[in-house]
């Protein structure tokens, strides 16, 4: 027999990604095999020689990947993190975590693999996470990194640190207002809040078609800033929009704009309001609103924004020709089923009239600065949310309703007392509280849920709803606001755009502790532009013996020139509870406003959230 020694060496294909295992054969993850060409009798026959480990074992395809948390998550306090192996034809026998390449707690051998993670001994930051599965034969598999965000300690303080921005102010030199008879840039959101991780798209118009930007700004503290840059988007190409038509019926307007842009929220998103900045070619800017929601952390303060009295008001467009809100005296075109101008149904697919920010800016934005100046653990929602989940209320010690919040649901109201009953706080930094009753539907043009309010308002015999949830006002319903919030609309100052004093009474109680006020002291510019007031027309809430308590009572002159005097009020429901009704839609004003703020209201605010939150 004559051999021929001639050794090839031929690599074995490798699979791609990290199914196999590193280190074997030249180093690269290939295996080799030996080739003998021999004679044998006088014919050339190749015999393939695989090497000694290939007698031993052939590596199976062994996928790991980690399912959770998500890359790009933010975390805190301690977690599991979980991954999936897919093993055909290999046997896994353990799964071992890293953290940043160490290793994170010891390996585990049974599936389905997971590892507890307590954050809180790890740096705040950026990390890496990942997993290592094992086969019986001792083969290494690596997943993918995930990079996660370590969060401890209060997120919003952490978010407020961050270099904030004045640019999202839509005053600043060069820039324009758009306005809604020339649209020249408008937009609208298909959602009002969106939980981190998720989608939200964006509609928009621009007049004439051109080039725009859109920046997106979470609204905060921010050394007094206001807000911080999240993200720059474009520029985008804009077209106009088709116009938006009326229903005759209801008054219902809704634009039929195709998409322009969608925004998946990173997970490392703090919950807050977010205004989205729209700028054209042109310089013209004008907003879109909606707010970030953190659905799996529950924090001390839930903030309820008020969209649907925002949506209650917003007559887009409000062009003197067409547009329509729930008011007579914005609304405008024909005659709906109520035999005046306005609607009985509007939508949020539209854009809010003026700046796009609703009633944001105006009532609410300066309590959301002090409250994060002052470093309170606040996740935001909007009313929508209270509607359709109420529960996410039990998940916070406080729940807030500021500014004007004026619309409300059964579901919202069911709820909110609910809470209240089960020992959460409530703290309505506002005025004109709960008045309407309204109902959510969804939308005719997308059936999008829980995009339509309903309100036919003085005019509820027309709804075909009749019953509980008929659209009226709750006093009609027999719920007056008062038995929740401990004061009740009262009326609307005039002139409506000169705040009163706010007058105190019962200086002794703790309300207003530390703040050197006696009875008659009086904080200037506080009350307006709508107030409420205790009234023994209507039933005082169910509370403690001896803590209901009026706290002001300041004068003023309504439209009809009455004089009527504004009420706040303090008292404990059974479940141990306080519930603090402010009187006034201007609360947030004398918290942050320049020219406005006063000290003595930010101390009765703090001591509000001392005693909330157990501190006093």
Not at 164 to 173: A, D, H, I, L
Not at 333 to 359: F, I, L
Request: with cysteine.
């Amino acid at each position: 027999m004559l051999h021929d020694f001639r050794n090839v060496v031929m690599k074995l294909p490798q699979a791609s990604g990290n199914r196999h295992p590193p280190g074997q054969g030249t180093g690269k993850g290939d295996a080799v095999r030996l080739v003998h060409t021999i004679f044998l009798f006088g014919i050339l026959v190749t015999v393939s020689i695989p090497p000694l480990q290939a007698f031993l074992q052939l590596p199976g395809s062994v996928l790991v990947t980690i399912t959770s948390p998500a890359s790009g998550s933010t975390v805190y306090n301690t977690i599991t993190v979980n991954a999936s192996v897919n093993s055909p034809g290999a046997t896994v026998a353990g799964v071992q975590f890293k953290l940043d390449g160490l290793d994170l707690g010891s390996e585990d051998t049974t599936a389905p693999y997971s590892v507890l993670w307590d954050t809180t001994t790890t740096v705040n930051g950026l990390h890496t996470l990942t997993a290592v599965a094992r086969d019986a034969f001792n083969n290494r598999f690596n997943s993918d990194p995930a990079s996660v965000t370590v969060v401890n300690g209060n997120p919003v303080v952490i978010e407020n640190q961050q270099q904030g921005s004045e640019n999202w102010q839509m005053w600043r030199p060069g820039y324009r207002n758009a306005d809604d008879v020339a649209k020249q840039i408008k937009g609208y959101g298909s959602a009002t809040s969106v939980n981190k991780g998720d989608s939200i798209t964006f509609h928009v118009t621009v007049n004439p078609a051109q080039a725009y930007t859109m920046d997106v700004y979470r609204m905060g503290w921010y050394q007094g800033l206001g807000g911080r840059l999240l993200q720059h988007i474009g520029p985008l190409n804009g077209v106009q929009q088709p116009s938006c038509p009326v229903d005759t019926g209801t008054g219902l307007i809704e634009c039929p704009w195709t998409a322009s842009y969608r925004l998946t929220v990173p997970r490392s998103w703090t919950s807050g309001v977010y205004l989205v900045q729209l700028t054209n070619a042109q310089g013209y800017q004008n907003y879109i609103d909606f707010v970030v929601r953190d659905d799996g952390r529950p924090a001390d303060i839930l903030y309820q924004q008020s969209v649907t009295t925002y949506q209650a008001y917003n007559n887009y467009p409000d062009d003197g020709v067409t547009g329509k809100s729930l008011y007579d005296y914005n609304s405008y075109g024909p005659n709906t089923v109520t035999g005046t101008p306005r609607a009985v149904k509007v939508s949020w697919n539209r854009p809010y009239t003026h700046d796009g920010s609703g009633d944001f800016l105006r009532w609410e934005y300066y309590c959301v600065r002090w409250l994060e100046r002052s470093g309170y653990n606040v996740s935001y929602s909007t009313d929508v949310d209270t509607h359709e989940n109420s529960a996410r209320l039990l998940a916070s010690k406080v729940f807030l309703s500021v500014g004007h919040d004026e619309y409300w649901s059964k579901q919202m109201y069911d709820g909110v007392e609910q809470a209240r009953d089960a020992g959460v706080h409530l703290g309505f930094f506002g005025a004109d509280t709960l008045f309407w009753q309204v109902r959510f539907e969804a939308s005719p043009m997308t059936r999008g849920a829980d995009r339509v309010v309903v309100g036919y308002k003085e005019a509820y015999s027309l709804d075909p709803v009749q019953g509980p949830t008929t659209t009226t006002a709750w006093r009609v319903l027999n719920r007056p606001e008062q038995t929740l919030v401990g004061v009740q609309y009262s009326g609307q100052l005039f002139p409506p755009n000169q705040n009163v004093p706010y007058v105190v009474q019962n200086s002794s109680n703790w309300v207003y502790r530390g703040t050197d006020m006696g009875d008659g002291s009086s904080v200037p510019g506080i009350v307006g532009y709508e107030a409420d007031s205790s009234m023994s027309t209507a039933p005082l809430p169910i509370s403690v013996p001896g803590t209901y308590t009026v706290l002001s009572e300041s004068p003023y002159f309504d439209g009809a020139g009455q004089l009527l005097f504004a009420n706040s009020s303090i008292y404990q429901a059974p479940s141990g509870a306080w519930v603090f009704g402010a009187g006034t839609i201007s609360w947030s004003w004398g918290l942050d406003l320049p020219g406005v703020s006063d000290w003595r209201i930010q101390q009765v605010t703090a001591n509000l959230f001392d005693r909330f939150l157990g501190k006093k």
